[in-house]
């Protein structure tokens, strides 16, 4: 039977996994069991995606990322070179914690730099953007901008990834796309 993706040579996917039409899977990548991947992502080289592990639709892995066991990636995440999640607060090599893996979920649109690391049990919100070598120990804000260790908020992004700078009035326009957003009560919302 001919498959709907395209999986190089040495990509390693085990059984049981369901993968998305046009999903393209590169090289020395390992997809492990009950995996759900959707329509076009993008796999990158050398990623460990972790047994029941759901990325959604367009969702862009680029290399050397380990998305572990408890991850849910909406539609169109971005997930930087080299950028970690974890799964277990406590590890230790002697004790075994299968049993209490922690969920992440990265709403869609959300991008997450090179370097980053996501502490697990913490959500990343819609759009929003966190910064090359961020440590994110806590819950980001939808369409917010963190950078540094620990991850703090410096801004707001659009959904097409510019920084908005906004008026009197806390109004901000996309510069590329021309949407109005607007900032109440430190929540941003488009209108």
Request: hydrophobic share 35%; with cysteine.
């Amino acid at each position: 039977m001919d498959k709907d993706y395209f999986a190089h040579e040495t990509a390693v996917i085990d059984e049981g996994c369901q993968i998305g039409k046009g999903t393209k899977i590169w090289h020395f990548s390992h997809i492990m069991h009950n995996c759900i991947i959707g329509e076009k992502c993008n796999i990158g080289q050398n990623v460990v995606i972790s047994p029941e592990v759901v990325l959604g639709r367009n969702v862009k892995v680029q290399n050397n990322v380990s998305i572990y066991t408890g991850v849910i990636c909406e539609d169109d995440v971005f997930l930087g070179p080299s950028m970690v999640f974890t799964n277990i607060s406590n590890p230790r090599s002697a004790v075994i914690r299968r049993d209490k893996y922690e969920k992440t979920v990265v709403e869609k649109g959300a991008t997450i730099g090179a370097n980053a690391t996501v502490i697990c049990g913490n959500d990343i919100g819609r759009f929003a953007f966190v910064g090359a070598g961020a440590v994110v120990t806590k819950d980001v804000k939808p369409y917010s901008l963190v950078v540094g260790n620990p991850a703090r908020q410096i801004g707001w992004m659009s959904e097409y990834g510019h920084r908005l700078e906004f008026n009197d009035n806390q109004i901000a326009i996309c510069p590329e796309s021309k949407e109005k957003y607007k900032l109440k009560n430190d929540v941003l919302s488009k209108i």
